[in-house]
């Protein structure tokens, strides 16, 4: 019987490459967006169920997870893919950004995973993948509420593991670099304020290189490939980098102030 998984955020990107390979191993996929109807063709395939899902309303998530256990029965695997990037000088930031971004990365996050854990808890297995990013253990200019976002998922998942590992419950993080998606265009969000100009050139240099650096990266296909092993390999392994290892070890090694000039001097050359 094939195994089902289920993806937030699975309209482009990441989620959209991973809902796709997963169809392609020949696993069934519970493919959510928040606007289903306009999916691309790629959802019109026997194993693909298209639903509504916005990770901010909890009754969506409930509706699209009884759809999903209705057609397919048993959720194996959940992959928490839904975010985007804020990014620009946190003083130019309002309320309601800061509340947008922490509802949609962090607390939508929770709620999906909230609501899963008793359908894993009934079958003692089932996988958990949270979408993370290097953004989670190193940082960059002008990400500082995209930081604390991925920061929240590094340590919410990692402190999962005592609780549902006894449970047979597998909690997995996927740590992408740079990767070419719409995460620099479409999906991002930039914080400016009118009349604030003291961090214009300064985010004029940061933007630009980060476009670059997006543009040589590689394709969201990396990652699904990330994403699948993670949920297939059967082992307790938390974390999993993608195009992303040496900046995580330069990190880890470098003393804070030597990563940061690092960072400074090739973002803002």
Known sequence: ??????????????GQAAAQLFEREGWNVAATMRSP?????????ERILTLRLDVTEIASIRDAMAQATAKFGQ???????AGYGLIGPFEASTTEQVDRQLATNVVGLMNVTREILPH????????????????????????????????????????LVYELEPLGIRVKLVEPG?????FYDRSQDVMS???????????????ANVKKASLN???????????????????????????S??????NWLLPTRWFQAIIRREMTK
Do not use: C
Request: proline content about 5%.
């Open 37 to 45: 109807e306009k999916a691309g063709d790629w959802t019109q395939r």
């Open 193 to 207: 304020k009118p009349g604030l100009t003291a961090y214009d050139t300064f985010v004029a240099k940061v933007l």
């Open 178 to 182: 740079a990767i070419k998606t719409d």
């Open 217 to 243: 990266a590689p394709g969201p296909e990396w990652v699904a490939r990330t994403i699948y092993k993670a949920a297939t390999d059967g082992s307790n392994k938390l974390r999993y980098p993608v195009n």
């Open 245 to 250: 290892a040496a900046i995580l070890w330069a």
């Open 75 to 81: 959720i194996d695997v959940v992959v928490n893919n």
């Open 120 to 159: 894993f808890r009934q079958h003692r297995s089932g996988v958990l993948i949270n979408i993370s990013s290097m953004a989670g253990r190193a940082t960059f200019p002008l990400h500082s509420m995209y930081h604390a976002t991925k920061f929240a998922v590094e340590g919410f998942s990692e402190a």
């Open 1 to 14: 019987m094939p195994k089902t998984v289920f993806i937030t955020g699975a309209s482009t990107g990441i």
